[in-house]
């Protein structure tokens, strides 16, 4: 079946320490996969979008990977600030006829000043 | 300048009644998508419009749930005869789309909706 797992607990860090948020998925083919940041009671906010043949991206402290052949992407938060304490999202976009966008459960992030 | 409006922010209905939730996309974006997310979940694909047609309504949870979209501009999500399990928050976005590039989608606040 097909299905998109995030980091299933929440994540507690120190602040000025790295994040490392995990999306694994299984039986998708993504063109591209996007990342997400959701405050409580926001919509989710676009972050970072990576291509299936960009291994990573980079913007300001924020890092992703992309492996298809893990079929996983790795999100990462450098010198981390209480102020990027938030829900996650990552999500996979099929080129279908137009682009279906699958979203991730979320990873809850958590930075301890 | 101006984002993805919703409305109502919140809606208390009882059991059994209709409600009709609104979307105002970015203006000019062409896609537009409907999302349900429930307490502590991930965002459920509802439709997803192009334009005024909606290439794909395989997320509708039941015929319950219908969806408009005209002047390729603003977007209603119908539920008939709510049940508990509508319960949630109701979120849309659009994004611009040419070809098949792809954008990234921009929220709304999203609808919290409650049947009581």
């Known amino acids: 079946s097909q299905k998109i797992e995030q980091n299933s607990e929440a994540l507690n860090i120190q602040e000025g320490k790295t994040a490392t948020l995990t999306c694994n998925y299984t039986n998708y083919s993504p063109a591209y996969l996007q990342w997400y940041r959701q405050d409580p009671g926001r919509g989710p906010v676009f972050l970072l979008l990576?291509?299936?043949?960009?291994k990573e991206k980079r913007k300001e402290r924020l890092k992703v990977t992309f492996d298809t052949t893990l079929k996983q992407s790795l999100f990462h938060i450098t010198a981390s600030q209480p102020a990027d304490s938030a829900t996650y999202l990552c999500a996979l976009v099929l080129q279908t006829s137009y682009d279906k966008v699958i979203f991730g459960p979320g990873t809850s992030l958590s930075v301890i000043p | 300048g101006a984002g993805v409006s919703q409305s109502p922010s919140n809606k208390v209905t009882e059991k059994g009644k209709d409600v009709e939730l609104r979307c105002d996309p970015i203006s000019g974006h062409t896609a537009l998508y409907w999302y349900r997310q429930s307490l502590g979940q991930g965002l459920e694909f509802l439709i997803y419009?192009?334009?005024?047609?909606?290439?794909?309504k395989s997320g509708l949870p039941s015929d319950r749930f219908s969806a408009e979209r005209t002047g390729g501009s603003v977007s209603t999500l119908t539920i008939q005869r709510t049940q508990q399990e509508d319960s949630a928050v109701y979120l849309c976005a659009s994004s611009l789309v040419f070809g098949r590039a792809t954008y990234e989608q921009y929220f709304g606040p999203g609808t919290r909706l409650t049947v009581t």
């Open positions: 990576i291509r299936e043949n960009e």
């Open positions: 419009f192009q334009g005024n047609s909606a290439p794909d």
